[in-house]
Nanobody
């Protein structure tokens, strides 16, 4: 299993970023996917998750209305579109995979992880 994130960078408050996560080594279209983030000195937290068929999505409250998770099963790729970014969104962002749809943002429910991509939001 390999998950490779890209698209991170520095952006000003109120700006937008679109991350990508390319998956390989497992049947991507059979797996639920998630985005997580970890700020310095804080625990890793769930941001958004999507089921294998893109029929169900689940977001943590701080990003509702600003982030949209999507996937392209033909390209084995996961995206979050992140709009109206805030300084509190600054973190390392990780994609993760799990075999079942649990509508969960618990770190422990996701056995497969990428290496992360840094997002920095500055004022």
């Amino acid at each position: 299993v390999q998950l490779v994130e890209s698209g991170g960078g520095s952006v000003q408050v109120g700006g937008s970023l679109r991350l990508s996560c390319v998956a390989s080594g497992f049947p991507y279209s059979d797996y639920s996917m998630g985005w997580f983030r970890q700020a310095p000195g804080k625990d890793r937290e769930g941001v958004a998750t999507i089921d294998p068929w893109a029929l169900n999505r689940y977001y943590t409250d701080p990003v509702k209305g600003r982030f949209t998770i999507s996937r392209d099963n033909a390209k084995n790729t996961l995206y979050p579109q992140m709009n109206t970014l805030k300084p509190d969104d600054t973190a390392m962002y990780y994609c993760a995979a799990q075999r079942y749809w649990l509508q969960s943002l618990r770190v422990a429910d996701f056995p497969f992880w990428g290496q992360g991509t840094q997002v920095t939001v500055s004022s």
